[in-house]
């Protein structure tokens, strides 16, 4: 008897297995890879406009400074990824341009480079985000307000929550390096065009045989300088003074205690320009994406 109900359990054990694997073969597939794990995969693409376009309409230009402006139309743009937080040096934004510009976007979310590499195109929809200006950087995100110690405030985009993100962008396609290439930038040529080096702002470019101030001598961010400055730390091409041309380093990037390489160098990066209101000059920075940007000229 004991046998037969030990048989009779091993049938009943087999047939619920057989059962439970037809309902698994039913319902449920590995994953393709063709659906996007990350954004909102329902997006479809209307009213897409250029970057250029965009600034244009919500009056973005060189002398706008710490504003913001809401957008209300149902708007969309299209851009490729060429900066994320890959190397911890972007923080808590994207940049994205397309043929007509660059723009950062910013967001409330660390590892953006686990979801979106560079060269990657996406799709974002606007309508009720903000478009501004941090400082005179143009950007996109919600408006914050900032209080100085002489009590003046200022409005500028600042970042956008983790969940609404998540609802605003959708990925195209697969990532495409080969669609990220720099434009070369000559900031000598420009300093004295403010209008023509703002078209320059958020996009990604190259400076070409250039070398560093206090090149082999001092480190990209040590925390001892960036406590006084917001934990990033500005670094002067020969030539040029701080408030003029440089590179931008946080203190926790992967590289921020690596000496500064000497000798002629081609350098990569997200061009950001920032100017304040007691300043006449923009001063033109340079985001490193990874320390690999930074390369021996040939």
């Known amino acids: 008897m004991k046998s037969m109900k030990y048989i009779q359990m091993i049938m009943m054990a087999l047939v619920m297995g057989f059962g439970l694997t037809s ?14 794990a990350f954004g909102n995969n329902t997006l479809q693409e209307k009213n897409v406009i250029s970057i250029a376009d965009l600034k244009s309409k919500y009056g973005v230009t060189k002398d706008m400074i710490n504003d913001t402006v809401r957008i209300d139309e149902d708007v969309q743009i299209k851009g490729v990824v060429t900066g994320t937080d890959i190397e911890g040096n972007i923080y808590n934004e994207i940049s994205l341009q397309d043929e007509t510009g660059g723009i950062l976007v910013c967001v409330a979310q660390g590892g953006m480079s686990g979801q979106m590499q560079i060269g990657q195109e996406i799709l974002i929809d606007l309508q009720g985000l903000y478009i501004g200006a941090y ?15 002489s009590g003046a405030k200022s409005t500028y985009p ?6 609404e993100w998540q609802t605003r962008f959708k990925l195209i396609g697969k990532p495409d390096a080969s669609k ?5 930038f000559d900031y000598s040529r420009l300093k ?17 045989n250039i070398e560093f101030d206090f090149a082999g001598k001092k480190t990209y961010a040590p925390k001892s300088e960036g406590a006084s400055t917001g934990y990033g730390v500005m ?3 020969k030539g040029y003074t701080t408030n003029e041309f440089g590179i931008r380093t946080s203190c926790y990037a992967d590289f921020a205690a690596e000496t500064l390489p000497e000798g002629k160098l081609n350098v990569t990066g997200i061009l950001t320009c920032y100017k304040s209101q007691t300043k006449y000059n923009a001063t033109a920075q340079i985001l490193l994406r990874q320390q690999s940007d930074v390369q021996k000229a040939e």
């Open 23 to 36: 309902c698994m073969d039913d319902d449920w597939k590995a994953p393709s890879g063709d659906t996007p």
């Open 135 to 149: 400082r005179t950087q143009p950007q996109i995100g919600i408006p914050y307000t900032s209080t100085s110690t």
């Open 158 to 163: 600042s970042r956008i929550s983790r969940a």
């Open 180 to 184: 990220v290439q720099p434009v070369e």
């Open 192 to 208: 004295s065009n403010e209008t023509e080096l703002y078209k320059y702002a958020g996009r990604l470019v190259v400076v070409k």
């Open 235 to 237: 670094r002067s091409f």
